[in-house]
C-alpha cells in the first residue's frame, strides 16, 4: 500500500514537473544545416550580395552606425542559420529549386546559363563560379533577379532575399541583442516588459500580516500574472505514458493506457482519450467553440498543433517568436511566392498574436451572405447574440489614450485630406500602448481566447489543453443503413523521445478549427471528398506604402500631431482606419486602409532591395519610416492541396481596388508630412515630397499606383486567411452547412475562417468567433440530444 501510494505521489509530482515543462520552456531552435559545401559557397555569396560590407557614411556619428555597414550577412554568421532553415524549416512546393540553383552557381556552367555574359570574366578562363565573380558584378546580377522576364527566377530572388534578411535583422546574441538594432533606432523586445519580467524573478512573497488564506491567494495571482491563466489547464503529452495518463485522470478523463513493455515506437495499442468533445484548434474558433462547451457542462478535450507561450515565457523577439508562435515560422508564401501568409500556430491561435482589430460582420457583408448566399444564420438573432457575447468577452472598446507613428500619419493624413477616418474597436484596453502585441500579449491585456474563452474552459473544471499535439486524421464510421457516415474521434501524434507517438481520442462530437489553411488537409486526409473542400480561399491581400518622417529637432520639430514624434514600432498596432475605396456602400468589394505592425525583419523584407548599400540606408532610417496599408476584399480565390502548398490568383478588380488603394496611401503620407514617400515596387522608386512640384508629384503618384501587383514585383501580404471550406446551403457548392457541420459526416464541424462565405473585407475575429459560438450552441443542442437519448435506452 505505502509503495502504491508512493508511486501515485511520484506521479502527481510528475504531472507538476511536466506542467511547469510547457511554461518555462522556450529558446530559438536551432535548426541543422544540412547544405552541401558547393551549396554554402554559393549561399554565402548571394547573403553577401543582399547584404554587404560598405564604408559607413561619412556623417555616421556613432561608432555601432559604423559597425552595422562594416558587417556584412556572412560576417554575422546569417548564410549558416539560413542553412539551416533551408534544410529543415522552410516548407514550399519550389524549395528544391533553390537548392538546385545554389549548386549550379557553384560551378561555372551553372552560372553562365542562370547569370548569362555578365558572370564572365575578361581574363582567361574567362568562365567563373557565382562565388568567383567579383561583387559589382554579382550585385547586378541579383539585381536583375528581380526584374527577370522568368517568373522562376523571380521567385528564386524573393525567396533568398526574404530569408536572408529576416535572419539578418532578427537573428541574437546570448544577451538577445542584434548588432543593427541601435544603428536603425530599435529598442528589441519591449523595455516595460523586460523590467516586469525582472521584477516578477527577483520578487520575494512577503506574508506579514496576512492570513494563511490570503497569503495563498496571492500567490496564486502572482503566478497567473507570471504565467497566464491557462498554466493549471495544459498537459504535456511529451513526458511518460504513465504520468500524461495520470494528469488526464485527474482532470476528470476516462484513459485506456496500454503497458509500453511490449510495445514498438509504432504500436497499434496507443492510449485512448474518451471524452464528450474534441476541439482541434485553440484560436478564434476552436477556443470559443471549447468555452461553451465545457460551460455547458461537457467534457472537452482541446488540440493544439502549437505550443503554449506563457507570458513569463513570451520573448517579444522577432525572429524567435516567428519560429515559435506562426505557422511556418512566419515564411509561408502561395505556390509562386506572389503572397507572404502569416498565419498564428500557438495556442490561442491568431488571437494571440493578431492585431487586436475587433469589428463586427459589416451589415452589407451579412446581407450578401443572407440573400445571395442563401444562409439565414446571419440574419438571425442568434448571429446577433454571437457578436454581442463575443465582443463584451473580449471586452471589445474604440477608446484611445495614445497613438504610436503609424496610427498618427494616417489619421492626419485622412484629416488633411477629407477622407473618412473611424476609430478601430479593439479587444484591449484604451492605455494598451503595446507595439509588441504580434508577438503575444505580455500582460493579458490583449483579450485573445487565451485569456477569455479558454480560461473559462479551465475554470468550468471540464476540459483541458494538450499543446504540441497535431490531429492526422478525424475517426468516423458509417453504420449499416445510413447515408452517411458518424465522427468518432481523432487520431493526433506528436513527438516523445526523437519518436512519432500515436494517441486516440473517442468523442461523441469532434470540432475542426486548424484555420483557413490546415482544416482543408485533415478534412482531406481524414476521407472525406466534397469538392469544395481547400477551394474558394480568399486571403484579402495587402499592398503597402511607406513614408520617411526624418528625426524631429529643435530646429525642425514634428508636426502639431501627437504621435507623430514616435518610432514606427511604438504604440497600439492598429488605432484608427479609413473607408475611403472600401465602396462599402456599392459593390461591397474595396479596400480598407489600416496600419501595420513591422518590426525590422519583416520591414527588411518588404522594403525594395536594389543594392546593399541602398538597403542598409533605408534600415537606418527604419524606426522613423512609417507604413501604411490597402486591405481587399478579395473576388479572386485560391486552393491548397497542403498546408504549404497554396495557389492563389489575384483577380484584375481586386488589383485595382488595390491600386485605388495604393494612390491614397501615398497621398495619405505626403499629407500627414513625410518627407519622402514610396512603395514597395522593385524598381526602389521614392520622391522627396518636400522638394519636388505639384505637377512631379502628382506624376509619381500616379505612375506608382498603377503599377502591377500580381507579376511579383512588388510584396503582396495576408494575414487574413478564409474561405476554403465553405458554408452553404448546398453540398454541391459548400463544404459545411449552417451549423458548421460537414455534409459527409454527421458530429463533425468546423469552426474557424475556412467556414467563410466569402471573403470578409475587414479583419475577421469578430466574425469567426460569432460563428463558432453559434456553431457551439448547435452542438449543445446535439450532445444534449444524444444525452437524452442514452438515458432513455
Known amino acids: 500500500m505505502e509503495n502504491r501510494e508512493q508511486e501515485h505521489t511520484l506521479i502527481e509530482l510528475g504531472v507538476v514537473e511536466a506542467r511547469q515543462e510547457l511554461l518555462n520552456g522556450g529558446g530559438r531552435q536551432l535548426y541543422l544545416n544540412k547544405l552541401s559545401s ?102 547586378e546580377i541579383v539585381l536583375s533577379w528581380s526584374l527577370s522576364y522568368f517568373s522562376l527566377i523571380r521567385m528564386l530572388f524573393r525567396s533568398l532575399k526574404l530569408v536572408t534578411l529576416l535572419v539578418f535583422f532578427t537573428q541574437v ?49 502572482d503566478r497567473e500574472d507570471f504565467n497566464g491563466p491557462l498554466y493549471r489547464g495544459l498537459i504535456n503529452v511529451k513526458r511518460p505514458r504513465e504520468v500524461v495518463a495520470e494528469a488526464l485522470r485527474l482532470s476528470g478523463f476516462s484513459i485506456s493506457i496500454h503497458s509500453r513493455k511490449h510495445e514498438t515506437p509504432n504500436s497499434s495499442s496507443p492510449l485512448i482519450i474518451r471524452c464528450d468533445a474534441v476541439v482541434i484548434g485553440s484560436g478564434s474558433g476552436g477556443g470559443v467553440a471549447a468555452g461553451v462547451l465545457a460551460k455547458a457542462g461537457y467534457k472537452v478535450l482541446v488540440l493544439e498543433k502549437g505550443n503554449y507561450c506563457a507570458r513569463s515565457n513570451l520573448s517579444l523577439l522577432e525572429g524567435p517568436t516567428l519560429d515559435q508562435m506562426y ?139 494538450l499543446p504540441g499535439c497535431e490531429a492526422i486524421k478525424v475517426l468516423h464510421n458509417r453504420k449499416k443503413g445510413r447515408a452517411r457516415s458518424t465522427a468518432t474521434g481523432v487520431a493526433f501524434e506528436f513527438e516523445y523521445k526523437g519518436v512519432k507517438e500515436v494517441f486516440m481520442v473517442e468523442s461523441k462530437v469532434t470540432i475542426v478549427a486548424c484555420g483557413a489553411i490546415s482544416t482543408p488537409g485533415l478534412l482531406k486526409r481524414s476521407g472525406l471528398k466534397n469538392p469544395n473542400i481547400g477551394k474558394n480561399l480568399h486571403l484579402h491581400p495587402v499592398a503597402m ?74 534600415m537606418i532610417r527604419y524606426s522613423r519610416t512609417a507604413h501604411i496599408f490597402a486591405l481587399a476584399r478579395d473576388k479572386g480565390s485560391g486552393t491548397i492541396s497542403s498546408p504549404s502548398t497554396i495557389s492563389y490568383q489575384m483577380d484584375e478588380t481586386d488589383e485595382e481596388n488595390l491600386k485605388r488603394g495604393m494612390e491614397k496611401l501615398l497621398r495619405i503620407l505626403a499629407a500627414a508630412g513625410a518627407e519622402e514617400i514610396g512603395t514597395h515596387n522593385c524598381n526602389g522608386r521614392s520622391i522627396n515630397v518636400k522638394k519636388v ?101
Not at 544603428?183 to 521584477?199: E, H, N, S, V
Open 173 to 221: 546574441d546570448e544577451k538577445n541583442e542584434n548588432l543593427t538594432w541601435k544603428a536603425i533606432g530599435y529598442c528589441g523586445p519591449d523595455p516595460d516588459f523586460k523590467t516586469l519580467y525582472r521584477a516578477n524573478k527577483t520578487a520575494q512573497p512577503n506574508g506579514y500580516g496576512r492570513s494563511i488564506y490570503q497569503r495563498e491567494q496571492e500567490e496564486e495571482d
Open 693 to 793: 512640384s505639384s505637377h512631379a508629384f502628382e506624376k509619381f503618384v500616379k505612375e506608382e499606383s498603377s503599377r502591377a501587383l500580381r507579376d511579383l514585383s512588388t510584396p503582396v501580404c495576408s494575414a487574413h486567411q478564409m474561405g476554403s471550406c465553405r458554408m452553404g446551403v448546398d453540398p454541391r457548392s459548400s463544404a459545411v452547412n449552417q451549423m458548421g457541420e460537414t455534409w459527409e459526416v454527421e458530429g463533425l464541424y468546423v469552426a474557424d475562417t475556412s467556414v467563410f462565405p466569402t471573403a470578409l473585407g475587414v479583419n475577421p475575429m469578430v466574425t469567426v468567433q460569432a460563428i463558432a459560438y453559434s456553431t457551439a450552441k448547435s452542438v449543445v443542442e446535439v450532445l444534449r440530444r444524444k444525452k437524452k437519448e442514452t438515458c432513455a435506452s
Open 38 to 139: 558547393r551549396e554554402m559557397e554559393s549561399l554565402i555569396a548571394i547573403s553577401d550580395t543582399f547584404l554587404p560590407s560598405v564604408e559607413a557614411p561619412h556623417n555616421a556619428a556613432h561608432a555601432y552606425v559604423d559597425k552595422f555597414y562594416r558587417t556584412s550577412a556572412s560576417m554575422a554568421g546569417t548564410p549558416h542559420i539560413v542553412g539551416g532553415l533551408i534544410s529543415e524549416r522552410l516548407e514550399h512546393p519550389k524549395l528544391w529549386l533553390s537548392r538546385v540553383v545554389l549548386w549550379l552557381l557553384s560551378t561555372w556552367f551553372g552560372t553562365f546559363i542562370i547569370c548569362g555574359l555578365a558572370s564572365m570574366s575578361s581574363h582567361f578562363p574567362y568562365f567563373q563560379s557565382f562565388p568567383q565573380v567579383s561583387p559589382h558584378k554579382r550585385h
Open 327 to 465: 505557422l511556418y515560422g512566419g515564411m509561408l508564401a502561395t505556390d509562386d511566392t506572389g503572397v507572404i501568409i502569416l498565419a498564428g500556430s500557438t495556442v490561442g491561435g491568431g488571437s494571440t498574436i493578431n492585431w487586436s482589430a475587433s469589428i463586427r460582420t459589416p451589415q452589407h457583408v451579412r446581407k450578401e451572405w443572407c440573400d445571395q448566399h442563401e444562409l439565414e444564420l446571419f440574419d438571425s438573432q442568434l448571429y446577433k447574440e454571437a457578436m454581442d457575447v463575443v465582443c463584451e468577452k473580449m471586452g471589445v472598446q474604440s477608446e484611445i489614450y495614445e497613438e504610436g507613428l503609424n496610427n498618427a500619419v494616417l489619421r492626419r493624413g485622412c484629416q488633411e485630406l477629407g477622407y473618412p477616418v473611424t476609430d478601430i474597436p479593439r479587444n484591449s484596453q484604451p492605455k494598451h500602448y503595446c507595439g509588441w502585441c504580434c508577438f503575444g500579449c505580455k500582460d493579458g491585456r490583449k483579450k485573445g481566447t487565451a485569456e477569455t474563452w479558454l480560461v473559462d474552459m479551465m475554470n468550468s473544471g471540464n476540459g483541458v489543453i
Open 545 to 618: 506604402a511607406w513614408g520617411h518622417f526624418p528625426e524631429p529637432t529643435p530646429l525642425s520639430p514634428s508636426p502639431g500631431c501627437p504621435g507623430l514624434e514616435k518610432r514606427s514600432y511604438e504604440g497600439e498596432i492598429m488605432t484608427v482606419m479609413s473607408t475611403v475605396v472600401a465602396d462599402f456602400e456599392g459593390s461591397g468589394y474595396g479596400a480598407v486602409i489600416q496600419t501595420p505592425s513591422l518590426h525590422p525583419g519583416m520591414f527588411s523584407v518588404l522594403m525594395p532591395w536594389i543594392s546593399g548599400p541602398d538597403m542598409k540606408d533605408r
